[in-house]
């Protein structure tokens, strides 16, 4: 089995895949957005989905269930009003409101571990529907 970080609070691991795939998207730019799931019966914090460079936050937005919670994290390019290319990396807990409430509770609970295994985070935003998470939510935290 890969070297997996464990996360003292839940019993989680989180995989070296979900680690390495952060960095290759923080510092070489191959992916926009990487989707995390927990796999409860093995305790392990795995990649669920990886969006190409060529991909949108539409497309990370498409690929959340409707009915289960997942993580994200998502590389944003913008421009500064002073004409300055930037990159933020925002991470998102979604748990929707179709989702159990066992599932809720596992991921609020794991949150705070994967997030300090993902090291370079800027923001986070918690989502319970698609409004809570647009396009315009994003560009707002990243001023």
């Known amino acids: ?78 421009v500064t009003v002073d004409n300055c290319r930037k990159s933020k990396i925002f991470f998102i807990a979604w748990a929707p409101t179709a989702s159990r409430i066992r599932a809720k509770m596992l991921y609020a609970t794991s949150k705070d571990g994967l997030r300090r295994v993902l090291d370079g985070i800027h923001y986070e935003v918690q989502a319970t529907d698609p409004t809570e998470m647009g396009m315009d939510v994003i560009q707002d935290r990243a001023k």
């Open 1 to 78: 089995m890969a070297m997996a970080f464990k996360m003292a609070t839940t019993g989680m691991w989180v995989t070296d895949e979900c680690k390495n795939s952060f960095m290759e998207m923080k510092w070489k730019k191959v992916h926009r957005y990487i989707v995390f799931k927990i796999d409860e019966k093995s305790k392990l914090v795995t990649v669920d989905k990886v969006g190409g460079s060529g991909e949108s936050y539409d497309d990370l937005a498409k690929s959340l269930p409707n009915d289960d919670c997942r993580y994200a994290v998502f590389d944003f390019d913008f």
